[in-house]
């Protein structure tokens, strides 16, 4: 299997398919800049990615600078070529070792990374030392207790996969109360990331998602027929917008 962080496949599928309507984009920039603990807030995103959320910040919520972090050379690329705005930054660094000084920023973004993380207690660590007191960490994923996606309708295989792969919220406060973090709020947020179900399913043609490595060829295939003949019998006129929803943890530091 080609590790995550080298896969240019996977980046340039990601970039395509993870995007979300502008609406959503723009209501979820909304809701994470709202945690933020002054106008105008500088920003560090670990697990960047594609800079989806870097862009969204910086254009949306006025975030300055944007600092994105991300350890795979392949999806920077993408974040340069497709979100780079002034005040936007990409760096390739890692979460148990982040790239950039002491104090220097107000709010941490941490979009579907919390699984990737080798090292959270590290990662906890390093945002303790990054953000100025009283900053502020957004998490956002899917706890384990609560998996929910759309995908485990079409490859239920995935879903003991992400099971394990997937910390429980309990095992992330862990992580990050010794460091010095309380928790602010939790609760979750759902936004439709495709119009319909069609749309929905050319998405997923292109494995997008990371999970889709953890399964054979014929599981892979079996999965995207189902779901092409779902979609086949969505109504031309009236689509089934697919949402997707996440947990949110906001963490402060004290
Ligand atoms: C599912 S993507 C999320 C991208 C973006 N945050 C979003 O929500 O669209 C997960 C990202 O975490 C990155 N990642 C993996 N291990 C990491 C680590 N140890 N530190 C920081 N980022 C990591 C991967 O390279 C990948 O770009």
């Given amino acids: 299997m080609t590790r995550l962080h080298d896969d240019v496949r996977l980046a340039g599928a990601y970039q395509s398919g993870n995007g979300m309507p502008e609406s959503s984009l723009r209501a979820w920039a909304k809701l994470i800049g709202s945690f933020a603990p002054c106008p105008a807030p500088a920003v560090v995103e670990i697990g960047a990615g594609t800079g989806m959320f870097c862009a969204a910040l910086a254009r949306w919520q006025r975030a300055s600078p944007v600092v994105g972090i991300d350890p795979s050379v392949p999806m920077l690329e993408q974040a340069r070529r ?18 950039v000084r002491t104090r220097s920023f107000d709010l941490a973004l941490l979009s579907r990374v919390v699984h990737h993380l080798p090292d959270r207690p590290s990662c906890a660590r390093e945002l303790a030392r990054v953000l100025r007191p009283g900053g502020v960490v957004v998490i956002r994923t899917t706890f384990r207790e609560r998996l929910d996606a759309l995908v485990y309708d079409y490859w239920p ?25 309380t928790v602010r709020e939790a609760g979750s947020f759902a936004q439709p990331v495709t119009t319909g ?32 003949t779902d979609a086949e019998s969505e109504p031309l006129t009236a689509p089934w917008p697919v949402h997707e929803r996440y947990d949110l943890l906001v963490l402060t530091l004290a």
Wanted: aromatic fraction near 10%; hydrophobic fraction near 40%.
């Fill in 197 to 228: 179900l069609r749309a929905f399913h050319q998405r997923m043609r292109n494995r997008p998602l990371s999970k889709f490595a953890y399964l054979t060829e014929a599981e892979f295939e079996a999965g995207l027929r189902c779901l092409g």
């Fill in 82 to 99: 497709h979100n780079a705005l002034p005040g936007v930054h990409y760096l390739v660094g890692s979460a148990e070792a982040l790239p």
């Fill in 157 to 181: 295989q995935l879903r003991a996969i992400d099971e394990q792969r997937f910390p429980g919220k309990e095992e992330v406060l862990a992580d990050f109360t010794p460091a010095g973090f």
